[in-house]
């Protein structure tokens, strides 16, 4: 029922940074709980970052200090800055929404966006 599209991924030097979107559609974005996964083949998906409907952040302990997630729930938008990226963050990056909060059960998810970390 609810859409969510990403896009701001792409190739980066070790070092750079990049900002990532991912925007819904609907007019109940202000009451869900968003947040942003990655995963590689073979690997378990790994949580990154999540805010919920008071703009409450939350950040997993590997990307803590380099990560930030915003939301603009004016543009139904949420989004990932990442800075200082290194080539172990090359994978394609996931934008969910969750309609309980944290726990993210059963939640919407994008189609994923690729972002390449270059040495």
């Known amino acids: 029922q609810v859409q969510l599209v990403e896009s701001g991924g792409g190739a980066v030097q070790a070092g750079g940074s990049l900002r990532l979107s991912c925007t819904a559609s609907g007019r109940t974005f202000s009451t869900y709980t968003m947040g942003w996964f990655r995963q590689t083949p073979g690997k378990e998906r790994e949580f990154l970052a999540s805010?919920?409907?008071?703009?409450?952040?939350f950040y997993g302990d590997s990307v803590k200090g380099r990560f930030t997630i915003s939301r603009d729930n004016a543009k139904n938008t949420v989004y990932l800055q990442m800075n200082s990226l290194k080539p172990e963050d090359t994978t394609v990056y996931y934008c969910?929404?969750?309609?309980?909060?944290?726990?993210?059960?059963?939640?919407?998810w994008g189609q994923g966006t690729q972002v390449t970390v270059s040495s």
């Open positions: 805010i919920n409907k008071s703009s409450s952040p």
């Open positions: 969910a929404a969750s309609r309980n909060g944290r726990n993210f059960i059963n939640p919407y």
